[in-house]
């Protein structure tokens, strides 16, 4: 089966301290990588798709990339109100493309 | 407004008592999607359906049932829960399948003692 692993698992952050969450895949023939934010007691919200190495998408202070094995979810100068657990989520290329397999998750705490 | 709607938000019940999850979205979406969340464990999905009447397992299907017997309806069933199953539950859909974006209901918490 394909995997999704996410580093940092925890994150603090200043309020304006940019930095970069990660999201590693093992699948091949990649269908889709998805970015979702969580925020605590709620549903995912998605934010980003991106299809291809090379990809990037941004809104407002998050930046996704992707490359053939990665991706990036860059965050410049973060607010407060950015604080939320970041999913990523990879189709299950081994079995199904309809199995969606998430990565555990970085929370991240931005202090003011 | 578009949405996934999930009933009850909280639940407690009793080992063997038999329960249902209700999920209802109202997006015209083909697919719909269970999952159950744990600390340490991340997001794991139980089931999924492609369309009414077709359903596929996910990857922690046992001990759930599900059905689809309209679009817009994608019930999860317990019919013995056991402490193990206490959990946080999420109903998503999408246009597209599992490479469209999900759209999440805000989530059922179950406890069973």
């Known amino acids: 089966e394909d995997q999704v692993t996410q580093s940092p698992e925890a994150l603090r952050l200043q309020e304006g301290e940019s930095s970069s969450l990660n999201c590693s895949y093992t699948v091949s023939g990649l269908r889709g990588l998805f970015w979702y934010r969580q925020d605590p007691g709620k549903g995912p919200e998605f934010l980003f798709t991106?299809?291809?190495a090379g990809e990037e998408k941004e809104k407002e202070r998050l930046k996704a990339t992707l490359t053939k094995k990665e991706s990036f979810l860059h965050i410049t100068a973060p607010k407060p109100e950015d604080s939320a657990t970041y999913l990523c989520?990879?189709?299950?290329?081994?079995?199904?493309?309809?199995?969606?397999?998430f990565g555990p998750g970085t929370s991240l705490s931005v202090i003011p | 407004e578009a949405q996934v709607t999930q009933n009850p938000r909280y639940l407690i019940t009793v080992t063997g008592k038999k329960l249902t999850v209700t999920c209802s979205q109202n997006m015209n979406h083909e697919y719909m999607s269970w999952y159950r969340q744990d600390p340490g464990l991340g997001l794991r999905q139980i089931y999924y359906s492609m369309n009414v009447e077709v359903t596929d397992k996910g990857d922690v299907p046992e001990g759930y049932k599900v059905s689809r017997k309209e679009k817009r309806n994608f019930p999860l069933i317990l019919e013995s829960p056991s402490p193990n199953q206490t959990s946080l539950y999420f109903c998503?859909?999408?246009f597209g399948g599992g490479n469209s974006p999900l759209h999440f209901g805000n989530g059922t918490r179950l406890t069973v003692t």
């Open positions: 989520a990879v189709p299950d290329t081994k079995t199904s493309y309809d199995k969606v397999i």
């Open positions: 998503a859909s999408s």
């Open positions: 991106l299809y291809s």
